[in-house]
C-alpha cells in the first residue's frame, strides 16, 4: 500500500509568489518523521526540512514551512516567495518509528516556476 | 554540512559485466547506509539498508544476489550490479546518516548507469 501520497504531479507558480504541495502519508506508528526533499534536474537530493511527529510547531527553514496536520496525516510543505530556482522535483518523505531507520519516498511533484 | 560522495557519477558498461558503485561519508561516521534505485521521472525506491559490519536487509523484490552490497566500514559502502543488464540500467543513489541525525540524511550525488 502506498505509504505517502502526493496528489499533485505537476504545478505552476508565478515567480515571487507562494505555493503549496500536498503530502498526505501513513502510518501507524506513533513516533515517524516527515522530510521534503528538492531534486533539481542535475539528480542530486536536497534537504529542505523535517518534521518530527511529536514537534507541536510546525517546521520553518527560511522560505519553506511545513503545514503539519497530525490528525489529518498530512505535512504539505508551503515555498513562499517562490523563485526561478526553486523549478524542481519535489518529494515528501517518511521515516517510521525512532529504532526503523527506512525513510522512503512519495512519487513527487515536479514544480515548475514562471517568470 | 555532511558530506556524502559517490564515484563513479556515471558509467556505460556492456551487458554481463558486473558494476561497483562506491558510496563514501567524508565528513562524518555513517553508521547506516542506505541505496535507492531511481528510474527517470519516478521517485526514489529504497533497495537496501547497511550498517557497518553486517549484511546488508534488502527490500522486498531487491535480488541480494544480483544487487551486492557490502559496508565495510564507518565510511564505505559499495554497491556491485552483478552481470548488469540493460532494465539495471538507473539512477542509483545512496545516502548516510549516523547515529543521532534522526533528522537528515545525507544523500550522495547519485550515480548514473547505463547498460548497453
Known amino acids: 500500500a502506498q505509504k505517502i501520497t502526493q496528489t499533485q504531479p505537476g504545478m505552476f507558480v508565478q515567480e515571487k509568489e507562494a505555493v503549496t504541495l500536498d503530502c498526505t502519508y501513513d502510518t501507524s506508528d506513533q513516533s515517524y518523521g516527515l522530510f521534503w526533499y528538492k531534486q533539481p534536474s542535475s539528480g542530486e537530493m536536497i534537504f529542505l526540512i523535517y518534521?518530527?511527529?511529536?514537534?507541536?510547531q510546525n517546521a520553518t527553514e527560511g522560505r519553506y514551512s511545513l503545514n503539519f496536520q497530525k490528525a489529518r496525516k498530512s505535512a504539505n510543505l508551503v515555498i513562499s516567495a517562490s523563485q526561478l530556482g526553486d523549478s524542481a522535483m519535489y518529494f515528501c518523505?517518511?521515516?517510521?518509528?525512532?529504532?526503523?531507520?527506512?525513510?522512503?519516498f512519495g512519487p513527487g511533484t515536479s514544480l515548475s516556476v514562471i517568470p | 554540512g555532511a558530506v556524502v560522495s559517490q564515484h563513479p557519477s556515471r558509467v556505460i558498461c556492456k551487458s554481463g559485466t558486473s558494476v561497483k558503485i562506491e558510496c563514501r561519508s567524508l565528513?562524518?561516521?555513517?553508521?547506516?547506509m542506505f541505496w535507492y534505485r531511481q528510474f527517470p521521472k519516478q521517485s526514489l525506491m529504497l533497495m537496501a539498508t547497511s550498517n557497518e559490519g553486517s549484511k546488508a536487509t534488502y527490500e522486498q523484490g531487491v535480488e541480494k544476489d544480483k544487487f551486492l552490497i557490502n559496508h565495510a566500514s564507518l565510511t564505505l559502502s559499495t554497491l556491485t550490479v552483478t552481470s548488469a543488464h540493460p532494465e539495471d540500467s538507473s539512477f542509483y543513489i545512496c545516502s548516510a546518516r549516523f547515529g543521532g541525525s534522526y533528522n537528515e540524511q545525507f544523500f550522495g550525488p547519485g550515480t548514473r548507469l547505463t547498460v548497453l
Open positions: 565528513d562524518f561516521q555513517a553508521t547506516t
Open positions: 518534521q518530527g511527529s511529536y514537534d507541536e
Open positions: 518523505a517518511m521515516r517510521e518509528g525512532l529504532v526503523n531507520d527506512k525513510v522512503i
